[in-house]
């Protein structure tokens, strides 16, 4: 699942990445611990061109009363072993809850990371999970919906991030599912209302793994409450290795995702960066 993740770049840079304008950018607060009933930058299908702020949390338009459904499994109630190879059906498009959602309310969750811990653990021992090589922000697979409080008449619109099978990199991290990250190639396609359902379901599958990467940081997540950069700081080693490294006591975030840490780095590899900039926490 996906519970948590990260929305912390600039607009500009947002504006930038998703070829959008941002209408109300003053509805934007950077947030390192999203959480349910939160506002969050999305790109729905109706407005592709505009960078809108909807509620983390799905109210169906149909509800009496609303909530807060944050994920929605692809599978719907296929898959229950959550194998990451599956190829069958997508009960997703039969939910009462997301059937007409997923055909013509789609959108583009806008993340840096997300966080996730193991299925057992999960928030007691949590990563954040990010793409390598600088690719953010990048886009969550997501649906939204309107709903109409009937009692004051405000509307509510609000999203869930889609999700899928667990790759090799949340394995490693012992948790079994993932959000489905779109590659840029289908952000657009996601957000095209005349898309065949079928070539909708065949978007939903786990991202790479070996494109992804992840890194333990300090339980202070679990607290929705709590935010800033601090809480993306890392207290362990990655997943995978990226360069050879220490990592001390001290960070000095430097903007998004930096670190002035001393770096030990292995002189029998080349270094990943040539321009001499110290490694960046993403």
Known sequence: ?????AAITRVKAIEKRFNVTATQPELFVPNTNISHGELAPVITNTKPGELQFFQFGFTPFWAQKQFYTINARSEGD??????PHYTGFMGIINKPMFRKSIRSQRCLVVADCFIEGPKKEKLNKPYAVYLQNNEYPFAMAGI????VNTKTGEIVNSFAVITTGANDLMHQIEHHRSPVILSKNNEQAWLDSSLDLGEVTDMLKPYPAHL???YPIATTIKNPQVNGIELLQPVGERIYKEYEYEIYEEFKLQGMGHTSARVRKNQEEDPPNQSGEQPSLF
């Open 1 to 5: 699942m996906c519970g948590r993740y």
């Open 78 to 83: 296929s898959n229950k072993s959550d194998d």
């Open 144 to 147: 939204w919906d309107e709903w």
């Open 212 to 214: 992804m990467n992840a």
